[in-house]
Structures are given as structure tokens and as C-alpha cells.
């Protein structure tokens, strides 16, 4: 079946750069995209960005400068990276597969992994 | 980018209810809309894809329309698993943009 995971650090220092890891399986990263959303506690999602099935990417504008999405398909994995991270980077960061083009959603999401941001 | 205003903020309802929340896209987006709910410490689960479509596994009693711009869910005779926070998305151009979501709780 469908899953994703994303894995990564829970803590990371103020200015560091912060690298996250979305391991996908049952179904093909040159078949569907899959964007990385992250949530502030107690506030509401953001969508960060997207690696495309063909491999295209695109951001959020407002992150743009500090974020990078890359890929390795034969480990079916999805990598985030965002430096120069502050305590407002602080939140749950999760990976969905995009099924835009029949159905317009994140059709499934992963369980999250918390960051926090402090030194 | 393009803005959902999602309303109302917090919702309180009795068993039984119907219940609907909406949200104004700042332009149109076409079908390119879907709802989620979350509850605490979860993912967001997918209700609805493509504006009135129901996800797979999801009850009947949720459902989703469209007039225009504005986007609605609507919930039939409310249960006490559906209090969370429903949010909506908009895929139509990047960056997809959320609602601000909407905590709906039982009176």
C-alpha cells in the first residue's frame, strides 16, 4: 500500500541547515510528485514546495532562497533541505503524494517529524 | 499568490447537525480544490479532491460544491468522530495555498 516517512533531525540549531528525508513506498517517483508541507504547532499548513514526477521542481516563493528538493529514485526518497533555519521554522514537517492530475489533492500524507529549532 | 478565505474559524454543533464550512478563492481555480481534516497530533486526512469528489473510504455524509469561487463542505448529521480542523487547499497555481482552517467542535 501507499505510505511515505519522512525522517530527519528533531532538534537543529539556529542558522543550521535543516535536511529531511521522505522514503516512499507503493507507488513510483517518476509517477507521481510529492510536495513537502510543514505546520507551525497550533497554526495551520504550508505548502513548501514540489519534486515533480519528471523531476521539475517548484517553491514556495517565500522560501525559495533557503529551500532545495532533490531525489533518488532507486531509494524512492524525496530529500528537503533548507538552511539559515530560525525559530519560526519550528513545526511538524510532512511529505504528501500529489495526485493533481485526475484529482486534484494530497491523497496521502506522512506521520510528520517534529523540528524544532533551538539552540 | 492566490488566497482562501475559510469560514468560519471555529464551529460548534450538535449531533445530528448539518454542519458547512466554506472557502472564497481569491480567483478562480477552476476545480482544483480538496478539504482535509485533522485531528490532534494526526495528518491531515483527504475528504474531498477535485472540489466535489469524495476521497476513497470517506463517509457519505461529507460533501463538497462549488458556486463559482466559493467552495463549500457540508457535513450530514454530524458524528462525534468529525470534530477536528478542516481545512481547504487550492492546487490551481503554486504555490497550493491552504484555508485557514476551521475547528469544528460538539456542543
Known amino acids: 500500500q501507499v505510505q511515505l516517512k519522512e525522517s530527519g533531525p528533531g532538534l537543529v540549531q539556529p542558522s543550521e541547515t535543516l535536511s529531511l528525508t521522505c522514503t516512499v513506498s507503493?507507488?513510483?517517483?517518476?509517477?507521481?510528485?510529492v510536495s513537502w508541507v510543514r505546520q507551525p504547532s497550533g497554526k495551520g499548513p504550508e505548502w513548501m514546495g514540489r519534486?515533480?514526477?519528471?523531476?521539475?521542481?517548484a517553491y514556495n516563493s517565500a522560501l525559495k532562497s533557503r529551500l532545495s528538493i532533490s531525489r533518488d529514485t532507486s531509494k524512492n526518497q524525496v530529500f528537503l533541505k533548507m538552511n539559515s533555519l530560525q525559530t519560526d521554522d519550528t513545526g511538524t514537517y510532512y511529505c504528501t503524494r500529489d495526485h493533481l492530475d485526475t484529482e486534484a489533492a494530497f491523497d496521502y500524507w506522512g506521520q510528520g517529524v517534529m523540528v524544532t529549532v533551538s539552540s | 499568490d492566490i488566497q482562501m478565505t475559510q469560514s468560519p474559524a471555529s464551529l460548534s454543533a450538535s449531533l445530528e447537525e448539518i454542519v458547512t464550512i466554506t472557502c472564497q478563492a481569491s480567483?478562480?481555480?477552476?476545480?482544483?480544490l480538496s478539504w482535509y481534516q485533522q485531528k490532534p497530533g494526526k495528518s491531515p486526512q483527504l475528504l474531498i479532491h477535485s472540489a466535489t469528489s469524495l476521497a476513497d473510504g470517506v463517509p457519505s455524509r461529507f460533501s463538497g460544491s462549488r458556486s463559482g469561487t466559493q467552495y463549500s463542505l457540508k457535513i450530514n448529521r454530524l458524528q462525534v468522530e468529525d470534530t477536528g480542523i478542516y481545512y481547504c487547499?487550492?492546487?490551481?497555481?503554486?504555490?497550493?495555498?491552504f484555508g485557514a482552517g476551521t475547528k469544528l467542535e460538539l456542543k
Open positions: 519534486m515533480w514526477y519528471d523531476g521539475d521542481t
Open positions: 487547499l487550492q492546487h490551481y497555481s503554486a504555490p497550493d495555498t
Open positions: 507503493g507507488f513510483s517517483l517518476t509517477s507521481y510528485s
Open positions: 480567483q478562480d481555480i477552476g476545480n482544483y
